[in-house]
RNA sequence: GCCAGGGUGGUGAAAUCGGUAAACACGCAGGUCUCAAAAACCUGUGAGUCUCAAAGCUCUUGCGGGUUCGAUUCCCGCCCCUGGCACCA
């Protein structure tokens, strides 16, 4: 008997499936060569990898392995299973690796190219190999910076001076998105803030279009969740205050108008005008409250976004010596200055209700402002510290000291009725505000796609005209970022930094910051189908998109016909949306928000037409974290697991398998060794399941004991339903239960076997979790079939199978278990008769003998409960 | 602070439209085989209690209450862990 060698079976069939291209749809035709589900594209897609520099982690092949049998089991279903892999190498990540280990980014990447994807052909994953992509391939980078120019040319691309996040360690600007808590998302370093022109994309104009459509998505809450929060939609009011002996006036925006009788000061943000005007002004002369401001905002300014956070309890302020005008009772209040109040939310100002907010209280208790209650509550011993100053608070209750709104609901009608009023007096508005902000997409990197722009003296800004695409990151020896917020690309040779205006010829100068690595991301699953097609599929469109809706095109002259996409429009038509998207949930805003934004753009642009969906991912998974004994996978913890090794030891087949066991797909779990090497015997014992079983079943083909060819189908039916669910552990638990259930011996001592055909059933249900077992299996059991048994048919069970078998029921007295009985379908489904049964039970006897039945609860197939006093 | 997810044996975990808690596995203990060991296989394995033994009984899903014939599952109030958001006005 042959011992299971995982090595040298992985190495036969990994080159059988690249000779037979088992794994590579035909995307033009889809043609289908078996199954009835005709045809049917499926992409199913796994989140981009970045390529890192430890090469392929164990937590990216657990991601990729759980998105890889779910293909391979919608292959099997009959699905044209589109697969497709590449890297995500461009960006500060892999630049930054590069760097550090004295390497040029380019040549990085071809070293980390390498050594990934001979990773990715290890684990055994049904990837379609002619369409792989990288980021940093001209062929790719050409189009995301033609994405960027039809961005321009649609008015979504502008140029902004602004504050904006500058990491000191990466030296260069991040998106919101891109600063956690404070800290640079990819270094952890705290960031500064910095005023500088850079490019936007204006994704706050699709706030409202992100928003509306996530009820249509079939997503994880948490995530949905996290981009609702994350586009942060809020209704408030604008109310206006005016300043006393001014014209001017200070606009707060809130949420909470109905406590607008208890403003008792106004606080503005550092960066307020008006505190530049008062400053600014000559009318004034220099007082010492004047440079005490000016001291106090020179400093608050120079605060890191982190400092600023880290004061949160101890609030500092200064008094601006200007007055403002409560629009509702005519208070005349005071205006202050403090940091705690941040120049880009709301509008930058806020207004003081020290009894009802808890910043206000501290603030007010601080520098000895004026208290008043105006909502009172029904608890008393909040009530009354609330009215004598002693504390805030910010519950629901009843509007005082407010007027004619006097005993309304606060949150009720009060708040309602106060906010018609203010409006219609005109001293406030509706305004609705968004957390989202518009998406900064500048770099002062080297790593990345040119910013296909065009600088020219008499002209402005100009983008590269497409056919002129893609503008070459110049190999430059001296990349690295010096701190001084310049883009590397300045050092860039005269010959590529100087060129034509395309407007008017003359000379000009090109853009030198790079796009950020998320624009590359966020469109890479619409190249992937399209790619490695003869130029006759890359078509030009001409007439397709002549009806197109395209926002400025005659604004800048450029014909429709012109037209080039990065895709053909058949082949996306067939295969987009993506069917099911899998990935970690630390895509959640970032990606996800991008990836969607962008769609939307080419589906108003009219380049995506002739697709119905609204969105890009209509089906998102996201998978656990993988953790190593009880803790995060960190290089720091020293608990990284390298799947090298393991795959070398037991095979990709054993890792493959144990890690959709240790856990549920969606939760992920603790990876231990020794689970590993578990999963490894119980891989050995199917593989001498099956020796024995080609041996026995040449012999004869009908020998089989007919209890396990019931457990069989009950298994069939467990594996299809559980796997369908993304729920692997369960899934191969009960294909564990059938290796117990087969080598257990019959009672009279003999050896159970299966038909072929069964046996063939069997080790399909496994070929999701282990391709290369189940391959070997398959063409042990059939010799002569030249096909692989990941194109063939997923096996169904025969409900009539299962319909004889016995029903267990357990017997409660009092609700309380006191046996067990094993009964025949159509008993399980009678009172009567399973009352008779019990009454009969010796098991049961000994506590009804003595005493009454009361009531008997009896639920079919489920439970019976008699109650008996 | 807010939002989401979670807390179950020695360990990873199953089971939640309320119905036998601990499937499956790891580990451990004992055994078979062996000169011995490994491998493989068999048996046992939530805790307590009673018993020579068998059978049984009691308790047990973070803590405290509640609803119910019956609660890991539903409701109320807490505690802890993980992730996301946050001086958001």
């Known amino acids: 008997m042959d011992i299971y060698n995982p ?59 759980g998105a890889d049998v779910h293909g391979r089991f919608k292959r099997m279903q009959g699905f044209d299973v589109f697969q497709p892999i590449g890297l995500d190498g461009f960006g500060i990540h892999s630049e930054n690796y590069a760097i550090k280990v004295g390497r040029h980014p380019k040549e990085h ?195 890191t976004e982190q400092k600023r956070k880290a004061g949160e309890k101890d609030k500092t302020g200064v008094f601006t010596g200007i007055y403002a005008i409560n629009p509702v009772n005519g208070q005349k209040i005071p205006v202050w200055i403090s940091d705690y109040v941040l120049t880009d939310v709301g509008t930058g100002a806020v207004m003081g209700v020290p009894s009802h907010d808890l910043r206000d209280f501290d603030f007010a208790k601080k520098y000895d402002l004026e208290i008043k209650q105006v909502v009172a509550y029904s608890d008393q011993d909040i009530d009354v510290k609330v009215k004598n100053g002693q504390m805030a608070y910010e519950g629901e209750g009843v509007l005082v000291n407010s007027g004619e709104f006097k005993g309304l609901s606060a949150w009720g009608v009060g708040k309602q009725k106060m906010a018609d009023w203010m409006i219609k007096k005109k001293s406030a508005k509706w305004k609705t505000t968004y957390h989202l902000r518009d998406w900064l997409i500048s770099r002062q990197r080297y790593w990345g796609p040119p910013i296909p722009m065009i600088f020219c003296e008499k002209c402005g800004w100009q983008p590269v005209p ?242 396990l060819n019931v457990i069989l189908h009950k298994t069939i039916k467990k594996v299809t339903e559980d796997v369908a669910k993304f729920k692997y552990n369960t899934a191969i638990a009960a294909l564990m239960e059938f290796m117990n259930a087969y080598e257990e011996k019959t009672p009279d001592g003999k050896e159970k076997t299966l038909s072929t055909d069964d046996a063939g059933k069997l080790i399909k249900l496994m070929a999701p979790f282990t391709p290369y077992l189940a391959e070997e299996i398959w063409h042990n059991l059939y010799p002569d079939s030249l096909e692989s048994i990941h194109t063939s048919l997923w096996p169904e069970y025969d409900p009539k199978m299962l319909e004889g078998e016995q029903v267990e029921i357990p017997v409660q007295i009092n609700g309380k278990t006191r046996a067990v009985i094993s009964v025949n379908p159509p008993v399980a489904k009678s009172q009567p008769e399973m009352v008779k049964i019990v009454m009969e039970d010796q098991r049961t006897l000994q506590y009804l003998r003595t005493k009454k039945i009361v009531k008997i609860i009896f639920v079919a197939n489920k439970i019976i409960n008699l109650i008996v006093s």
């Open 7 to 65: 090595k040298t079976i992985e190495s036969h069939w990994r080159k059988f499936w690249l000779e037979k291209r088992i794994y590579q749809p035909d995307l033009t035709k889809g043609k289908k060569p078996f199954g009835k589900t005709q045809g049917k594209p499926y992409y199913n897609l796994m989140m981009f990898p970045y390529p890192s520099a430890e090469g392929l982690h164990v937590g990216n092949m657990y991601a990729f392995t």
């Open 109 to 303: 990447a071809k070293i980390s190219e390498k050594h990934f994807y001979e990773q990715l052909h290890m684990i055994g994953n049904g990837f379609a190999w002619d369409q792989k992509l990288e980021t940093y391939d001209p062929d790719y980078y050409r189009w995301t910076q033609w994405l960027f120019v039809q961005m321009y040319k649609h008015g979504l691309a502008y140029r902004k001076k602004a504050m904006v996040n500058w990491c000191p360690s990466c030296k260069t600007v991040l998106s919101d998105e891109q600063v956690e808590g404070g800290v640079c998302e990819r270094c952890k370093t705290p960031t500064t803030r910095k005023e500088t022109e850079q490019w936007f994309f204006k994704i706050t104009a699709y706030a409202d279009q992100l928003l509306n459509n996530i009820p249509k998505l079939n997503w994880p809450k948490k995530i949905t969740i996290a981009q609702q929060n994350w586009i942060g939609k809020t209704k408030g009011l604008n109310i206006s205050f005016k300043i006393e002996g001014s014209d001017a006036k200070i606009v707060v925006w809130t949420k909470f108008w109905e406590t607008v009788f208890g403003v008792t000061f106004l606080v503005v943000a550092p960066e307020h005008q008006i505190v530049a005007s008062l400053l600014s002004s000559k009318s004034k002369t220099q007082s010492p409250k004047l440079e005490e401001i000016r001291n106090y905002v020179g400093k608050a300014l120079k605060k």
């Open 466 to 707: 497409e056919d002129q695409l893609p503008v070459l990151l110049p190999d430059i020896k001296d990349f690295q970022p010096k701190g001084d917020g310049k883009s590397p690309l300045q050092r860039a040779p005269k010959e590529w930094l100087e060129t034509v205006c395309p407007k008017c010829g003359g000379k000009a100068k090109r853009e030198t910051d790079v796009s950020d690595t998320f624009l590359d991301s966020a469109w890479y699953f619409l190249k992937y189908p399209s790619i490695g097609l003869n130029s006759k599929l890359e078509t030009r469109n001409s007439k397709q998109f002549s009806k197109s809706k395209l926002v400025n095109s005659k604004h800048f002259g450029f014909r429709n016909s012109d037209l080039e996409l990065p895709w053909n429009p058949e082949i996306t038509r067939r295969w987009l949306p993506v069917n099911a998207y899998i990935g970690g949930a630390e895509h959640a805003v970032l990606h996800l928000l991008y990836a969607r934004f962008v769609w939307m753009c080419f589906k108003d642009w009219g380049y995506l037409s002739s697709i119905e969906s609204d969105e890009p991912f209509p089906f998102l998974f996201s998978h656990g974290l993988i953790i190593k004994d009880g803790a995060k996978m960190s290089k720091s913890r020293g608990n990284v697991v390298n799947p090298d090794e393991y795959i070398s030891r037991y095979g990709a087949d054993a890792l493959r398998m144990y890690l959709m066991f240790l856990g549920s797909y969606d939760q992920g779990g603790d990876f231990r060794n020794t689970g590993m090497a578990g999963m490894y015997r119980f891989l050995e014992r199917v593989w001498r399941m099956f020796q024995k079983q080609v041996q026995s079943s040449k012999k004869n083909t009908e020998q089989y004991n007919n209890r």
